[in-house]
Every structure is written in C-alpha cells, then in structure tokens.
C-alpha cells in the first residue's frame, strides 16, 4: 500500500486519513485482512447481509427450517410464487424449479451453492466467475495466467470447482492492492467489452488501460450484472454483446452468430429458448442516466459522511433504502417524491411486463394446441423461432432487476417488440405460414453512451456552452 | 502586407475598447473580494442571488470558488475574466444563459478542494492512478454555490 | 427549490416597465393594437411565419401556385406523402385526403380555411374555436354569454360563422387586457378541466380563479393542444377528459360514456373508429417534465433577453430551434448534446409507432379479408372493437406533435398497447370470438401531476431537501 499512503501524503501535507496496519498484495483474498487497513469501508460492506423490502427490489427475509441438503436458516422471497406464469415461460428449465428474488453481496456464495437449480441440474464450474472471489483462483488454477484458470475452472462440475474459493465478491475483485484503483478481474467482462468496442470499430480495447476513472466505476459492476450464456461444450462464459448492448442487438446475435445456441428446449412447445439474465449492466447503457455520466455506485454507493470522511457506501443496495444520498445531491426534490418518480416509472413498466407476458403464454399455448393437432414441423419451427425472440425480449426486462427504472422508455422498447413477436408467431401459426419475418430495429446506441469527459470535451469545444 | 495591419488594428481597437470598457463598466469591482462587485453588472444579478440563497454564502464568496489561490494567479485570472467579462459586457456578445468557461470550472473544482480536502482525502486519491480522469464534484453538488 | 426560484425570479422580469400608449378593453381584437403597447411581444409574435423543419417538427415551406379555390402560395409538407400508411388508417375520412404539418400560430386560419379537408366534407363552426380569435365573436353571438355564444356559432355551418372571426390566435385570447394576466377563453377548455378536476374529486373547478399561475402557464396552450370531438347533433366541443387525461382513460371513455360515438365509419373495414388529434397537453400530463413543474411556454416561450430585459418569447416554435433558452436554463449540457438526447427519444418512439402502424394495417386487412369471405357479423363486430382500440391508441402518438418527447415512457406504452389490441383482434378474428377482452391498464396518473408548488410544499415539509 506505499504507492497509496505516498498519494494520501501528498494531498495531506501528511495527514494521512488512515494507517496501513497490514499489508495485502494481489493474493489476499480474505476481505478482513482489507478491513484492517480500511475498517470504514469493511463495516460497509459487511452491513449487505441486511434484508429489507421495496415495492419492486430489495428482499424479504423468510425464515426457514434448515435442513441436511440446505443449512440457510433464512432465504428470499420466491419470484416463482409471486407470479407462476414464470414457471410456464420457464417449463423444463432448472429456473422453473427454484428462482428467487436477489439479495446482499453477503450471500452470493451461500445463495449459488444451496439453490434447487443446483439439484435439479448439474452446473459447471463456470457458475463461480459471478458469485465468489475467484481473481486468485483463477490465476492459482492457470499458474498465473488469468485466462488460463478460468478456463479450466469453466469445465470443472460445480462441486469440483466450488472447492477453489471461499469468499464472496471480495475487495480484490474490484481493487488493485497497492492503490486501491479499480480494476477488472472478470474474463468475461474483459472479453465481452472488447467485443462491444470492435462493433463500434475501436480494436484490442484493453478495459484495464483504457477506461476513466467514470466508467471504471461502473464496469466493475458490469464484471456480473450482465446477460451470459455457456458458449459450447468447454461452457466458456460468453457476453452476447458482438452485435451491440441493447436487448435487440442480442436477439440478432442469437439469431446469427450463435443460431445454434438454445439454453434449453422448452417442455410445452420444444422451442429452442433462451434464459435472460440480470442485464442490469446493459439495460443502465441505453438510458439517460448513463447517457449523463451516472455510474452504478453514485446511486448504489454513494458517498456517506463517517466521521471527518466521506467515503463510498460499501453497503451496495437498494437507492430506494437510501434516496437522501442516492438521489438527492444531483435532484432536489423531497425523498417521497423521487420513490414517486421511480414508483410511475417502475408500475408503468410492470404492467407493459405483464402484457407481454400473457401474449407470450398465448402464443405457448397456441403452439401446444398446433403440437396436438399435428400441425405441420415447418409451422410449428416458424412460430418457435417467434416464440424464442419473444421470449428472450420479455425475459430481458423481467430478469433486469430496476423493473425498468434503469432506462426506462428502452424497458418499454423491449417489450413492445416482445408483444409484436408473439403477435406474428401467433397469425403465422393460424395461417400456417412457414416463413419468418426479418427483426431488424436498431434505434438508439449500440453500445456505451459518449461519457462523461467526452460530453465536456464537446462542451468545451462548443465555446463553454 | 494589408493581411498584417488589419487584424493589427483589430488587436489595437479591441483592446482599446476593452480597456475603456474595463474602467467605465466597473471592471475594477474584480479587485476586490465583495460579491456585491460582482453583481454590478445586471448579468451577474441571477448568480448573485442564486448564491445568496445557496448554503455558501455565508462561508465563500464568489472568488473564494472562481479564483485560484495564491495571488499571482488570482489576478491573472481576473484581469482575464475581468477584460473578457466587460469586453463582453459592452459588445452584449455572450451566450445567454451564461455558461460557465472550461478553464474556469477547473478553477472552481480546485477551489473545493481549498476548503474540502480533508473530508475528499480518501475519496480524491484514487484519482491519482493512471491515466483515470480527475474527480468532479460539480459533478453532483453542481447547485452548492447557487441554488437553481 | 429549483423551480420556484426560477420562476420568482422570472416574475421579476415578467413585470416589464411598460407604458401604455393605447387604452386596450376587453373588445379589443387586433394584436397591432396591443402591440403598440408591448412592441417586444407583439414583434416576435409575428415571426411565427417562419417556417424551419426539424427532425421530427417544426415545418417544410413548400412554395405552390395560388389558385382561386386556395390562394396560398405556400404550405407545410404532406403528412400523407411522408406517409401513405395513414391514408389507409383514415380511409374514408377527410384526413385521408389533406392532413399537413403543421406551422406557426400565424397560419392557424388560412390553413384552416382552405384544408381539402373543408373541400371533402362540410365542417361545422366549431372547428373556429382553436384556429381564430373567437373569444369577443362568442361574446358577441352570445350577447355578452361567452357559452352561449359558443353554442350558437358551434351550429353554424363553418362557411357563415368564420365571417365572425378576422385573426389568428391573439393577445386577448390569452391575456387579461387590464393586468396582462393569463386567462382561460375557450369554453372547451373550462368546461373540460372541470371535468378531469371532478374524476379526482375537486367538484366545481373554475380555472380561471383556482388555478396556479405556472398551470396557468400550460393551461393556455391546452386550450387548443387537445384530442376532442364534436358531441352530437349540436357539435359540442368535447374535451374526452371525464375519465382521466391519458389515451387509456380516453379509450375507457370512448367505451363506455361515449359508446355511441364514432368520428367516421372505416372505408375497408366498417368499424366506427375515431380520429385522435394533438393531443399535447395530454401527453405533457404524464411526462417528467410536467411532474417537474415545466410548462409549456418554459421550452416553447423561453425567456429571451432583449437589451436589459428578459421577455417571454412569443415566436412560439419547437425549442429545437432555440435549444440554448429552451433548454440550457436547467440543463447543464451542451446545445449538440441536448438535441441528441430529443432524437435519441423521438427515433425509438417513431420506431414503436412504425411498428404499431403496421399491425393495425395487418389487423384492417384481415377484417377487410374476412368480410369478402362472409364471416358472420357478431365476428366482425368483434374485431372492428378491437381495431377501434387499437387505431385510437396508435393515432394518439402519431398525432401528438413531439413524437414522444413530451412523456416517452408513457408514449411507449400506448403504443404497445394498441399492438396488443391489434394482436388481440387478429386471433379472435382468425378463432372466430365474439366476446371482446375488457380494457383497463391503470398505472400512472389520471389526472394533472402534483405541481411544482405542492412537490415543493411537500418537500418544506419533509425540512428542505
Ligand atoms: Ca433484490
Ligand atoms: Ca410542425
């Protein structure tokens, strides 16, 4: 930590605003020892086993009896129950059998390990890169190659693989040692960005090099909360993001680059279906919040006075627990009405949410009827290949967990496209038509928004204005 | 030839005019510390009373945030806003609303940094590594110095 | 404080040193009159001649040669040339032959005079209530009864009652003549308000007296900028607001108070459809910026400066063409910038009403299709209701004049909903169903939002933040 206590220096004229008292390098893993040095941030970060319920995020606590398979005495409400029809659109996935609402850091490991989905299907080591600290793990497994270890930790049995970490998300997942500077430790990420860039023309983009400071800050997120499937038989995690960011860029990446690629075969219509996931990072792209600079922390982080010191809220949740810091020094306006604002803008998503997802059980169900009546294959293949964008479209906003707040006239894009796919798979399927129509809309911006810096270098060369 | 006196003259004439203007518009008032000064011109009226109801105006004034420390470049400064500002002023040639100039926001995010390092310490170095660009904190207390 | 401030200080400007040079009275038309009084005002209201188009607004000067049935020697471009889709959407309603840009206040009468949509259809003198100065020609017609006035000139036909009207929108339409005072003139307008006052429970509402000045503010402009329709024989102008102000409420209205209604029955498919116009101050309802406490004349009457004084700039046109007054006052980006952030909105909302266009035309082929194949009425009927949801919805975007801008997460979800109505129709008519699905999305705010005053009152009450 010298290089850190060196800047704290300088900027102090010697007061340094905390003492190294251990030292920790690119192997220290354990968050406690990190706390040691930063004991405001680890109290922080540890306060993320809370449990606390909003209108449409946070989590309940629901106590429950622990047994021999499954030792948590206390889980999160299940997303299954408050809605079945997720169980239909999900027929014959592992998600159909246990999907729960998401809660603190604290439990990612716990939360992974003891979910149904582990019982009803066996899963591969590749599940770790999202819900451990696996940055040493990887470079352990790859004798020092990143790349490497996660490679050959992607093909372990989850059980196997599972025996390599010990912590969730810790501080050296986000954090260099000696400066404390973000970085990205994610391979997925590191590859999935670099796709997004080519696309947009710019080549061998090196996150770690060539991001600010302001988008570090939010890439460090996106190292998870990011939509992923298991690329092939090696199941290497793979970022959709080579045709763009926005849920429409997928759908033409599904349909094209990765046209063989099904999660699953759904079990009432043997459509080859997609599972979208948390695309919180992708959805936050095309709003206006990103648009403006506005990175994940300063609303899940945002800065808290402790003491003489402000540093960033390392309790990362809900903004709807924390609207006073969250929200209130960019917006003026009183705390009830900012929860207003995002309770319009959340409600109004959640209805168009549940419109599509009626249209897309009518479409299932009229696929199941064409099944029983014997319609004709390339019939039915035509309106699976509806069902699967449908579907895909409708999970993206369903999965993305801001129910639309993040950005939320693309939310209503998304959905709308949802509808218009059930809507032509369900009068092809009546007219028998075999033919699929193009999907082809492309409004909006394929990948990031122009940052912060860049909108002032404009400004500046606008003469200030 | 013609190409070197004409925009010679322009120079002189601007200057000359910047000059006048300097003195008769009260360019002086950029001497002193008293915001009031500023407000001698009816297009600092909204920023003067937009500070007067802000949470600083009873702990910075207006050069305390528009003016680098240290004399030297202090008066630099405004010997520079203050020729612009009166050129400006009396041309009438100036964006409306007014925005402020790049150069000048950075001397406003320094001049938090005067009086806010201590609370900024830990959150300010981390700026330092790499090429990762500077803290902004006009960024989310755009209002501090003047409530909209 | 954001807000008040602004407008407090704005208020200091509004009281402009005036001196009356001419005694203007309550009978006094002519804007040159007032003009002479307030020369700034009366000079920039006259510069809503120019014509300059923008991505989606503004509008074309098409030069063309006068002839002696319409001798104007330039027009805004053809919506329907842009467009022909919406030919088939109006067919059989004179839209379908005329239907322009529209243009500056200056125009509002000529254009009205010499449409082909007067050549197509008699019109009844109605129409003259937003495209005239006819607030002393009702008092007048009304011998001193401002309503029963209007009444009487309603039932004209339109050729004998525009002989009562000289000018364009003007000062006193707007204006009080003693105190300059903004003022309700146009009976549609109060008598609709009340209405959309009483669904939220406020009985009695008279706007001219209980009304905010900064709702005053957008209240003038509803006057006109609204979806109505001409109730009964005695073609009342009808504001459709007795439900709430959102094209869902009115689509409840429309089904059940106003059942019987029907603007034109459908050329292609007999359905008893209705024609959604301009319905900004609908739209501005239940958007972020109304929420905000942003009128109208805020982005389209920004304040100007001229000389030491700041005026309301009454060349009334899209803040596009003035984005620094419109638009820099309370954001803090660049010109460049903002006008991206509009086109980023109005090209995802002109990509959904693409979209919702096309599957009501595949909805009006299809019934088209059924009726030459004999499909037994109740059928019919049945699809024609949904086609009368779903054309409402979708023309309720097209019409409105900022292409989503003015509440894009709301214009979005319309627009979604009438592709679930055209959906909706194309299975029950492809499955033979006579029953009609009921209709009643529910999310966002009926009526007005709460204004700045009470958002702030709120917040003082919550101590400040
Ligand atoms: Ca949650
Ligand atoms: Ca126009």
Known sequence: TALLVNIFERRQEGRAPFHPVVAI???????????????????????????????????????????????????????????????????????????????????????????????????????????????????RAGEGDLIAGFERINRMPYEEAVKHVQHPVSCIDCHEPESMALRITRPGFLEGIRSVKAAQGIEDYDVNTMASRQEMRSFVCGQCHVEYYFRGAEKRL??????????????????????????WRHELTGAPVLKAQHPEFELWSQGIHARSGVACPDCHMPYVRVGAMKVSDHHVR??????????????????????????????????????????????????RKAIERGAPEPVLDAARAYQRRAQFLVD?????????????????????????????????????????????PSTGTMGLPPTAEEAQRRAAREGGR | MLALVVPATVAGLALGLGLYTFVYAKGASYLTNDPAACANCHVMRDHFSAWIVSSHRSVAACNDCHTPPGLIPKYAVKASNGFWHSFAFTTGRFPDPLRIKESNRRVTEQACRKCHSAITAMIDPVEAHRGAGPLSCIRCHRTVGHVE
């Open chain 1, 396 to 440: 993206f906003i369903e999965a993305e967990n801001s129910m639309g707040f993040h950005a939320d006239q693309e939310a209503a894009r998304v959905l709308l496209h949802s509808i218009d796919q059930s809507r032509r798979g369900q009068t092809a399927l009546r007219d028998g038509r075999t033919a699929v129509d193009p999907f082809a």
């Open chain 1, 318 to 367: 809900s903004p709807m627990l924390n609207v006073g810091n969250a929200c209130q020094t960019c917006h003026h306006w009183s705390e009830q009405e900012l929860m207003e604002r995002v309770h319009v803008i959340q409600d109004r998503t959640h209805e168009m949410r549940n419109a599509a997802i009626d249209a897309l059980l009518a479409l299932i169900d009229d696929i």
């Open chain 1, 25 to 139: 390098d690119d192997e220290t893993v354990d968050p406690a020892i990190w706390g040691r040095n930063f004991p405001i941030q680890y109290d922080l970060y540890r306060r993320t086993v809370d449990q606390v319920r909003t209108r449409y995020g946070g989590s309940e606590a629901l106590p429950r009896v622990p047994d021999h398979a499954d030792p948590r005495s206390v889980v999160a409400q299940s997303r299954l129950d408050e809605d079945s029809r997720l169980r239909t659109m999900w027929a014959g996935y592992a998600f159909a059998a246990d999907f729960r609402e998401e809660r603190g850091h604290a439990y990612m490991l716990e939360d992974q390990i003891f979910t149904q989905r582990q019982v009803v299907a066996r899963q591969p080591g590749t599940c770790l890169h999202c819900h451990a600290s696996v940055y040493v793990a990887y470079k």
């Open chain 1, 238 to 263: 793979t970022y959709p993001w080579a045709r763009g960011l926005r849920a429409t860029d997928m759908i033409a990446y599904y349909d094209t680059a990765a046209a063989d690629h099904a999660d």
